[in-house]
Each structure stands twice: as C-alpha cells, then as structure tokens.
C-alpha cells in the first residue's frame, strides 16, 4: 500500500511545493529589481528581503518537514496494515479452510464496494468518465530454475492491456512488474481448470499456492488485496488451461488472480480478457469484443455497459 504515500507526496511537490518555489522566487526577483528609496537608507529593499527570507525559511519548513513527516507516518502506517494483510494472507493459505474464506470475503468485499460505487456506476453508463485507476502485476513461477515464459512475452500481454484500457475505458492501467516467485509451483497452480473442477481446486494446494505467492511476491498490496478496494490484479503465468482451447481463466471476483497460458504467443489480448472476467465481464458472441471467447487477436471493442462494468469493480478506483 506504499503506493499512496508515494503518489500523495508526488502530488505535494507538484502542486504545493512547485507552485510555492516559483512564488518564492519571485518575490527574490523582485527584491533585486527595486530600486532603493534613500530618503530611508535603501529600507524597501532591506525590509523587501527580510520578508523574503522569512517567507523561505517558513515554506521550507511547513512544505518540506510537512511533506517527510507525512511520507513517514503514512508508510509506517502501510507497513503495519501491510503486515496485518500478510498474516491474513498466510491464514488465507491454509488448504480448504483458508480456500472457501477467501472466496466468501472476496465476494464479500466486492459486492460491498459496488454498493458504495453505484452512483459511478451509473454516471459512468451516462458517459460520466473521469480518469480511474487499476494496477495489476505478473507472477512467474520457474521449473527447475528457468521461468515458464521470457519477460518479453509478458510485456506484450501488459502493454497491449495498459494501451486498452487506457483508450478504451480511460483506465490508468498501472502495471507493478513482473515477480519471478522462488515458490515452487504444485500441479496444480501450473495446470489450471477453468470449470467447476477448477473452481473447488482453488480451494486445495492449488489456490494455497496462488496466495502464498501473491503475499510474498506483492507484500506491499497485501492490506489491499485484503478489503478489496484497489487491489492489484494479479496474472499468474501457467503452464496450460484446460479444457482444451482456452487461453487463460478468471472466476471473476472469487479470486485477486487470473491464470493466462504461456505459450499463446499469437496472443496479445489474453492478460485484458481475464482482467475483464475480474472486473465482471461474462462472454459475448462479438467476434470484435474483447470478450469473445476467442479473444480478438488486433483492436478489440467493448460496449458502453461492459466499459461501465469494469470501471464499477472494486479493483478500479480514483486514489
Ligand atoms: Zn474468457
């Protein structure tokens, strides 16, 4: 959750600390271009930079020891809340118990978080669009040393997602990286069944890997990922997805991840279409639509309602 504290101080220097540097600095000019009155021996001039030195120091110290105590105080706070989300994430871990929990809060979280998002909801179906955000990151697990797939492979997947949802949705897609996790994958988180068979699999070793790895490979989202809002969405690379034919798998919002299969390599727009079924896309017969089945390979299209519906989700926010 460290992000925040970043992006705030960002916004404090561009829209404080900026602004009042160029302020400052005008006031230094114009000290140097006035010209003495000597009926009071030069006094505009000195009182002119006493002010000027005054206002220095104390913009300093409220712009500069404001902005540091506050980035401290806000990542110890995201520190403790991230170690919090960690250790519910451990627990989380726990085969079947952990598995059916983190189904119902994932659930739970989503459903309560589009509640309080409905009136965006409905602005954004009227057109009501204002810049959101979305991150999402990879995770890669490795056999016997070697990454089941090359970074580039990935980066083709990412960009093509941050490029759509930008122009598409105006979504600031924002992408975390890619974890090469040292958790050694099960069967079960390297093969995948995107059907019932897949669903309740999520429960058992399967599922307890994809969170582990998740908490150890983006600790600083864990107290997200926890009550949802603004959570990275997380693209797991498998190994493959069956049943036969299809590319990659979401269960919509019972999971943080999606899966997408390393070996499409034809295949931009797999990584956009699972964060699509996590944002509560289902499928549409549109052969153009991001959400046919068989994901458009070039320019893929959303409605207005599919735009809507994802911009709701809980993983889409505007801090
Ligand atoms: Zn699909």
């Excluded at 969405?233 to 919509?252: E, K, Y």
């Excluded at 944002?279 to 070039?298: E, F, I, R, Y």
């Amino acid at each position: 959750m460290g992000r925040v504290c970043k992006e705030v101080q960002d916004w404090v220097e561009e829209k404080i600390e900026k602004p009042v540097d160029t302020w400052v600095n005008q006031l230094q000019k114009t000290c140097k271009q006035q010209s003495c009155n000597w009926w009071c021996l030069c006094c505009n001039k000195w009182l002119c930079w006493l002010a000027w030195v005054v206002v220095k120091v104390v913009t300093w110290v409220v712009v500069t020891v404001g902005k540091w105590v506050t980035r401290i105080v806000c990542e110890v706070v995201n520190v403790v809340l991230d170690v919090i989300g960690f250790v519910v994430e451990l627990i989380l871990s726990i085969p079947i118990i952990g598995g059916i929990i983190r189904t119902i809060l994932n659930w739970v979280t989503e459903v309560i978080w589009r509640l309080v998002g409905l009136l965006d909801f409905l602005g954004s179906l009227v057109g009501i669009r204002l810049r959101k955000k979305m991150y999402f990151g990879v995770i890669v697990p490795s056999i016997d040393g070697t990454p089941i797939v090359g970074d580039a492979e990935i980066m083709r997947q990412v960009d093509a997602a941050v490029d759509f949802y930008n122009t598409s949705c105006n979504i600031n897609l924002i992408f975390t990286g890619i974890c090469h996790t040292d958790i050694k994958a099960p069967e079960a988180g390297l093969v995948v069944g995107c059907d019932a068979g897949g669903f309740f699999g999520d429960w058992l070793v399967g599922g307890s890997y994809f969170e582990f790895a998740s908490a150890t490979c983006k600790f600083t989202d864990s107290f997200r990922r926890v009550i949802g809002l603004g959570a990275e969405i997380i693209v797991f690379i498998v190994q493959d997805v069956t049943p036969a034919g299809t590319n990659g798998c979401s269960f919509a919002s019972t999971h943080n991840y999606v899966v997408i299969e390393a070996k499409r390599t034809d295949q931009a727009f797999v990584a956009a279409h699972e964060m699509g079924h996590a944002c509560w896309l289902p499928h549409v017969s549109d052969p153009t639509n991001l959400m046919n089945p068989s994901t458009p390979t070039a320019n893929p299209i959303l409605t207005n309602v599919q735009v809507s519906l994802v911009r709701w989700s809980k993983h889409c926010v505007y801090f």
